[in-house]
């Protein structure tokens, strides 16, 4: 049995680490900004080791502890209706243990990557190691924040982690704050987040508006295994609405349709970031979120089929949109989304420890393919793969990870993506979760014309990047493009592999991404392993490999693969020029859906800012200040009979409203 | 103690006008001053026990005649006040370090600006209440018409003539009440007056609630009484806003619980549901207006605006049906006070910090300026994210509060206000980015960064900023036991 200390140090050493790394700040300490990216990578090393054990505590016959919830804010007497508390504490199950694991294990990997990556080039402004104390001291935070949001014991304790995930992930996307597309993203980021968790806060006051029933059961109506013991006691309605808000705080933060579009944008911080962040960890957690809410979720087939209604539509507009995309990151962005739309579909059709499962293998291969995209970056200093092409003649490695994360997240047997895409599918198609059946087929079908798309868009990037020729990187990139940053590296393109700092973590990742989905969650017992380990950790599901699914998810993505291939040797995979009905759909796609017009240009700009604030600030200065300073002016003018006693001297007005106030006392005292 | 925590300030001036000769001297002794000051009202803090009632009070006769007394006592709702004042004085002087003209001036009436505040969160006498009241304002009036900038007799006046016309109205209700008591019973004191329930039960009760309501409600400010307040705060000098921003306003809020709440609960009931209106207009309103604003100080004024919304919420909350009643709301509109005067003083020193170098407040003109003055700009960053609530800042556990208070009593008002949230991260978000983010800018070069008399000034609220959000209970325990007797006469 794991100590409680203990698990409080998975989320103190990164935070301690990061605490060690920003003390390179100081300008007397800056000669040892590079030993913090080693402070960082230790700390985080250490909560990973932590968290093994933490794994390890579960597995066996204590599989849940719940650490001594302690007082934070109490008014009144918390056990009575007057009375308010909100406890922290620590949550440790199997869920919270593997999610541990996972995040410390993938941030301690994208620390040992960015020692390489953050790394400037020689002449940056600063040295080389300028940017190390600033970025090692936000990654390790977010990993703290990442790792409390985790254990939380708390709903409004979640929620605080869950802000301080979003500030970190805000200042790791601005992390270049002086280009203001990264100043503009970040706040975006941000601010979409913010609307979904403005229905997550709902959900909390919610809650506690019905206190009365948790109350009644001895239960605290912010502790999450309260909540979800009183979940089903619940009068109806309660467990529905409290649902939905939860569910729109985990659409904003996991950029789930129509709270999508902070994601690409958010590609304008460095790439490590967007792997970890962008990627493996926050994105996801909205998807844990709903996971660990799932009792609250089943008592309401309308908040279950929202769920899977959002996932399944999520998942093919996204990938639809990866489609059109020509920069490398915004590509995989669209197609995070898109996987995250996966594990809203398995949520919301009933099947959260598949929707884990698919969150696990989804880490790997994202989280290495945004670390491959940092890697040709590195040597071509250009995302925009119109610009690439080629580059497996001297990125032989490089060029073999893409292609195992690539082969994963489409899917092929036997590498990790196809084991839990395919049970996210079956999970569709058995539709026994207690949501609508009907909206589980419609899913099943959404599910199935993504795995095409993402097929084809998957090879696209790897074609478009590593295969044909050479296309020139930066140096061929329009001048106008390029952003002042950019224009600096200009030149400086080097045909050579990354260095092995760089190599290393993304050779584990690969490897997790080829055997983690045989390994964790095996479809029969296979070796020293158990069929479905995982999902029975979890919690008892288990699904029987359905090959019908398996072989038509194949089938498509097959297709989709060869479309792609035909494209390329007809030299067409640009998608420029296209004939007339799909170069309108191809225009609507690269215009990402106009939902960027729609809520900046239409609603922001125009609605609101030149229509609603304008009158709002009109009205407060002319009509409301106005009619002040009209009540001064007629008291000035009106006054100049009596012109003496404007001698601007306070006694003096001072005495006028005194004999005001006495006559109003009059009045009152004649009153009576 | 609490004589001597307003008399303190005013050995201050005592000495100013002795020995403050120099600039360099009298900013000296003024630093003194405050940071005894500040010492003091830590050890009342430390030394207030959580009891249930009053503490340290003192007691003298003072117009035997009309039952005037100088009355002093604490209890849970003033003890933070009081430290909140000490705070934001020690920010208020080390922010004015760099003030030119008369400088000796300029501190004495600080200083008597903070022992007027003192007196108005200690008085518990209605008409030493109303004269503390009185006494700030002459510095206020002082300190923005001769310190100022722009057009600051014209800011000076108009904040002088709305918290008169308040006064007024706060003047004739003290007056109502005490001749509308029964004979034997009258009294100023407002312990005994909380404590027999008696002014809710005069005849003219409402209206001597309104008359209260009005005078808070120009203070706090609430719309449509608000309109000079970011006159005042955009022509006031630093300091001045810091200590308007941090306890002025703090003063209406402050009023509004411990009269209007703890004397009139069954008016302030009967009131909620205009309040409620009140709040999401102040919320929304204030929010919205902020997003025009090209002035950095006028933007932090109006969003000043929007944030005392949440406290008029908070009051609302009292409004709920007798089973859902609870005191959270209360407390946490209590708590949005201290709160909201730490990171609003904060905001206030930064963009203090960032005119006097830049010499602008107009918001497009600026941009890039972290890359000059990272340490401002961190800073700025750090109390923007307050401003707008986020979690490990003191800015959360009061808008939760709020919130749970409001949303039992009107969900609709607590749903609208919650919205309140989005809008800041909006303003706050936007305005670091058109400041102090975007692409370095030659004209900033010459920029410095904070000096360690700034770095005091803003450490002396950013500290208070993070331990509250980390634990609130510090804070929220002291105004629970405050707030108590006040919560009981609600029926909670």
């Known amino acids: ?672 | 103690m609490l004589t001597a925590i307003i008399a303190l300030p005013l050995v201050g001036v005592a000495l100013l006008l002795g020995f403050g000769t120099t600039a360099a001297r009298a900013r000296a002794i003024a630093l003194g001053a405050v940071v005894a000051e500040l010492a003091l009202t830590a050890v009342l803090f430390a030394a207030y026990d959580g009891a249930d009632g009053y503490s340290f009070i003192e007691r003298a006769d003072w117009i035997p005649a009309l039952g005037v007394q100088y009355l002093l006592g604490v209890d849970g709702l003033s003890v933070p006040m009081v430290l909140l004042n000490g705070i934001l004085g020690v920010a208020a002087v080390l922010s004015s370090w760099t003030v030119k003209e008369r400088v000796r001036e300029f501190f004495v009436w600080l200083l008597v600006l903070q022992a007027a505040v003192m007196g108005v969160f200690v008085s518990m006498d209605l008409i030493l209440f109303f004269v503390f009241w009185e006494l700030e304002l002459l510095p206020m009036f002082l300190l923005i018409s001769m310190w100022g900038t722009g057009r600051r007799e014209y800011s000076a006046m108009k904040f002088l003539v709305f918290t008169f016309l308040g006064s007024a109205f706060m003047f004739a209700a003290i007056l109502v009440l005490y001749f509308s008591l029964p004979a034997g019973e009258r009294t100023f004191d407002m312990m005994a007056l909380a404590d027999s329930g008696l002014a809710g039960a005069i005849v003219p009760a409402s209206l001597v609630f309104g008359g209260f309501l009005i005078a808070f409600a120009v203070k706090l400010p609430i719309f449509p009484l608000h309109t000079w307040l970011p006159d005042a705060h955009t022509d006031a000098p630093t300091a001045v806003s810091v200590m308007l921003a941090g306890v002025l306003l703090k003063m209406g809020g402050y009023g509004l619980l411990r009269i209007n709440a703890g004397l009139f609960p069954g008016e302030l009931v009967s009131a909620a549901p205009l309040l409620a209106v009140l709040a999401v207009v102040n919320v929304l309103y204030g929010a919205v207006v902020v997003m025009r604003q090209t002035d950095l100080k006028r933007m932090v004024a109006y969003s000043s605006v929007s944030h005392m919304g949440f406290v008029v919420l908070g009051l609302a909350s009292v409004g709920a049906t007798a089973g859902q009643f609870n005191g959270v709301g209360l407390n946490g509109a209590a708590l949005q006070l201290f709160t909201h005067g730490i990171i609003t003083g904060l905001l206030f020193v930064v963009v203090g910090l960032v005119y006097e170098r830049a010499h602008t407040r107009h918001i497009p003109d600026m941009g890039g300026m972290a890359r000059q003055m990272p340490l401002i700009a961190v800073v700025f960053l750090l109390a923007g994210f307050g401003a707008l609530g986020l979690p490990g800042t003191a800015g959360f556990p009061a808008e939760i509060m709020v919130f749970i208070g409001g949303f039992t009593a009107y969900a609709w008002a607590a749903a609208a206000s919650a919205f309140g949230i989005v809008l800041a991260a909006g303003y706050m978000l936007w305005a670091a980015q058109r400041t102090m983010f975007g692409p370095r800018l030659e004209r900033w070069d010459g920029l410095r960064d904070a000096n360690i008399v700034d770095m005091g000034a803003m450490a002396v609220l950013l500290v208070p900023m993070f331990v509250i959000g980390v634990y609130p209970r510090l804070l929220t325990d002291v105004f629970d036991a405050g707030l108590a007797p006040i919560v009981r006469g609600f029926g909670g």
């Open chain 1, 1 to 672: 049995m794991i100590s409680e200390a203990a698990v409080w140090g998975i989320i103190g050493l990164p935070l301690a680490a990061g605490a060690l790394a920003a003390l390179a700040l100081l300008p007397a300490l800056r000669p040892l900004a590079r030993a913090s990216g080693y402070a960082a990578v230790l700390g985080v090393a250490g909560a990973f080791g932590l968290s093994l054990a933490a794994l390890d505590s579960t597995l066996g016959a204590d599989r849940a502890a719940g650490f001594a919830a302690r007082s934070w804010l109490t008014v009144g007497d918390p056990a009575s209706a007057g009375g308010f508390e909100v406890t922290v504490g620590l949550l440790l199950d199997p869920l919270s243990a593997v999610m541990v694991a996972l995040v410390s294990g993938v941030s301690m990997l994208v620390m040992v990557f960015s020692l390489g990556y953050m790394r400037k080039e020689p002449g940056g402004e600063g040295g080389a190691w300028a940017d190390y104390p600033r970025y090692f001291t936000y990654m390790s935070w977010f990993t703290a924040a990442m790792l409390g949001l985790v254990l939380a014991y708390n709903l409004i304790q979640l929620f605080v982690f869950w802000e301080l995930v979003g500030l970190f992930s805000y200042l790791l996307i601005g992390f270049w704050y002086h280009r203001p597309a990264a100043a503009a993203a970040a706040k975006k980021a941000f601010i979409v987040t913010r609307i979904g968790d403005f229905g997550f806060m709902l959900a909390l006051l919610y809650l506690y508006l019905h206190r009365a029933e948790f109350l009644a059961q001895g239960a605290n109506p912010f502790e999450i295994p309260d909540i979800l013991a009183v979940a089903p006691l619940l009068s109806a309605g309660v467990a529905t609405w409290v649902a939905l808000g939860i569910l729109a705080g985990a659409m904003g933060k996991s950029a789930q349709f129509p709270l999508n579009t902070w994601l690409p944008d958010a590609m304008e911080g460095p790439t490590p970031v967007s792997s970890l962040i962008h990627a493996a960890t926050m994105v996801a957690a909205g998807v844990f979120l709903v996971a660990r809410m799932f009792p609250l979720f089943e008592e309401s087939a309308v908040a279950l089929n929202a769920v899977a209604i959002v996932g399944g539509t999520t998942a093919v507009l996204a990938a639809a949109m990866a489609i059109v995309a020509n920069d490398i990151k915004r590509v995989l962005a669209f197609s995070t989304v898109s996987q995250l739309g996966y594990m809203f579909l398995a949520l919301g059709v009933g099947a959260w420890q598949i929707a884990i499962f698919h969150l696990l293998t989804h880490a790997f291969f994202k989280c290495l393919l945004f670390l491959t995209a940092g890697s040709v970056h590195h040597s071509v200093h250009t995302f925009d793969m119109r610009y690439m092409g080629g580059l497996r003649a001297w990125m032989p490695l490089t060029y073999a990870a893409t292609v195992i994360g690539a082969l994963s997240l489409v899917g092929i047997a036997p590498l990790a993506g196809f084991w839990s895409k395919d049970e996210v599918l079956a999970a569709a198609w058995s539709a026994d979760g207690a949501g609508s059946v009907l909206v589980s087929r419609l899913v099943f079908v959404l599910g199935m014309a993504a795995v095409f798309m993402t097929a084809f868009y998957v090879f696209r990037l790897l074609l478009m990047t590593f295969h044909g020729r050479f296309r020139g990187g930066i140096d061929a990139v329009p001048a106008d493009e390029l952003t002042p940053d950019e224009a600096i590296l200009a030149g400086h393109v080097h045909r050579a592999e990354s260095p092995w700092v760089m190599l290393l973590p993304m050779a584990v990742l690969a490897l997790l991404a080829g055997v983690a989905g045989v390994a964790l969650n095996a479809v029969g017992a296979f070796g020293p392993l158990p069929a479905h380990g995982l999902t029975h950790f979890l919690g008892g599901l288990s699904r029987d490999f359905d090959q019908g699914v398996a072989g038509l998810s194949t089938a498509l993505a097959l297709a989709g693969i060869g479309l792609a291939i035909a494209a390329h040797r007809r030299g067409v995979l640009g998608l420029t020029d296209l004939p007339r009905p799909w170069s309108v759909v191809h225009r609507f796609l690269a215009g990402r859906l106009y939902m960027d017009h729609l809520y900046e240009t239409l609603i922001v700009r125009r609605l609101l800012y030149r229509g609603l604030f304008f009158a709002a600030d009109w009205a407060d200065r002319r009509l409301v200040d106005g009619t002040v300073d009209l009540v001064g002016w007629v008291g000035r003018n009106g006054g100049r009979a009596v012109a003496q006693l404007q001698t601007g001297q306070v006694q003096v007005y001072g005495v006028g409203v005194f004999m005001g106030v006495v006559v109003m006392l009059m009045l009152f005292m004649f009153q009576r």
